[in-house]
């Protein structure tokens, strides 16, 4: 399984950003999904997840309310939706694919896709 993400970019504070996740597989509802990032000098933590059917949702405290994490197994992507961004939100996003029923700790994940730089000024 390939995982490619894209949309990051740089974004004034209080901006909004739509990354995806478009898997190389015959059906990404096989697979629980989540979004991690990882911050210069700091540790990669996870951000968010959706269960395969998309009826499920999970999310770091600090990003609850401000961004969203919906799924169109149709199209075999997974989305990020940021709003309110904040300059700590800057880091590398990626996402990853879980044959579990969760993707949201690094022990849930077998697949991990390159990441995309979101940047957020101030």
């Known amino acids: 399984v390939q ?10 504070a ?9 898997a190389s ?6 697979y629980a999904m989540g979004w991690f990032r990882q911050a210069p000098g700091k540790e990669r933590e996870f951000v ?4 395969r059917t998309g009826s499920t949702t999970y999310y770091t405290d600090s990003v609850k309310g401000r961004f969203t994490i919906p799924r169109e197994n149709a199209k075999n992507t997974v989305y990020l939706q940021m709003s ?12 990853a694919a879980s044959s579990s029923s969760y993707a949201r700790t690094s022990s849930d994940i077998d697949y991990w896709g390159k990441g995309t730089l979101v940047t957020v000024s101030s």
């Open 48 to 51: 968010a997840a959706v269960s």
């Open 84 to 95: 309110s961004l904040k300059p700590e939100d800057t880091a590398v996003y990626s996402c």
């Open 14 to 22: 209080g901006g909004s950003l739509r990354l995806s996740c478009v």
């Open 3 to 12: 995982l490619q993400a894209s949309g990051g970019g740089l974004v004034q």
């Open 25 to 30: 597989v015959r059906t990404i509802s096989s």
